[in-house]
């Protein structure tokens, strides 16, 4: 279900460290695009999540219980705040 996003977390994650040591990208630009990345797989992922809000709403109108957040979701959360901060270090740097 996460696939979209962790494709594109694991493409943010090594493809920018990797041209730096090849020597095609500056360290900076390479921490940019691993943010960049991380911004657009949560983007993807936060749209799902305001989907699932919408249907727990629907769902505790009906008097059901709603919903949690599966444990695949929150270690993709964790997962891209670790390369956002990864990549606003290497920004920096």
């Not at 694991?10 to 900076?28: F, H, I, K, Y």
């Not at 929150?74 to 740097?93: E, I, K």
Request: net charge positive.
């Amino acid at each position: 279900m996460y696939w979209p996003e962790c494709c594109i977390l694991v493409v943010s994650a090594t493809v920018p460290p990797l041209m730096v040591w090849l020597g095609n990208l500056a360290l900076d630009r390479a921490g940019s695009l691993m943010i960049l990345g991380t911004i657009l797989a949560q983007f993807i992922g936060l749209n799902r999540a305001n989907i699932k809000h919408v249907k727990n709403v629907i769902r505790v109108k009906q008097g059901k219980q709603p919903l949690d957040f599966s444990n695949a979701s929150r270690v993709f959360a964790f997962a891209s705040f670790v390369l956002a901060v990864t990549g606003a270090v290497l920004a920096l740097l």
